[in-house]
């Protein structure tokens, strides 16, 4: 093997000796594939879980449309966000899930999404109760003394 067919790299601190022939990464995605998402947008550097939704064929910049999990904490709720993914997205990462690493699933998405539609249920019934009371009740007194 020859020098000019060998790079070194630094990765975090650790030098890695890579042979450019066989240094080449190909992935194959498909519709509804789970990838992982680096987002760096932010400086966060939030790895996210995501689901290939489609790609956009489109001549000049093909696009894979990407739809990225992000789970509920103290001050937010869980969402959903379509990333399109391209050759001019920037601080955004995708990579395969391998098929032995825990990912969320779809259930438990599914699930969360389902616990705040009925939170949103309950409140929405609450403003409905407090608007009819008003609604019921304001201007009685005006209207008996009149």
């Known amino acids: 093997m020859s ?3 060998k790079k070194i790299i630094e990765i975090n601190g650790v030098k890695l000796e890579i042979d450019l022939r066989s240094a080449r990464r190909l992935d194959e995605f ?4 789970s990838v992982k998402v680096l987002d760096n947008r932010n400086d966060k550097n939030m790895v996210r879980s995501g689901v290939i939704t489609d790609f956009a064929n489109f001549k000049e910049l093909p696009t894979i449309m990407v739809a990225v999990y992000t789970p509920p904490d103290y001050w937010s709720k869980p969402s959903i966000e379509f990333i399109p993914y391209n050759a001019n997205t920037e601080n955004i990462e995708i990579v395969a899930v391998s098929a032995e690493e825990i990912i969320v699933s779809r259930e438990t998405i599914v699930q969360k999404f389902d616990d705040e539609i009925a939170k949103k249920r309950d409140e929405l019934n609450d403003l ?6 008003f609604v019921k009740y ?3 007194r ?3 003394d009149a």
């Not at 409905?128 to 009371?133: A, G, Q, Y």
């Open 3 to 5: 020098d000019e067919n």
């Open 128 to 133: 409905i109760i407090k608007r009819d009371t």
């Open 142 to 144: 005006q209207e008996a």
């Open 138 to 140: 304001f201007g009685r």
């Open 30 to 33: 498909k519709v509804g594939d």
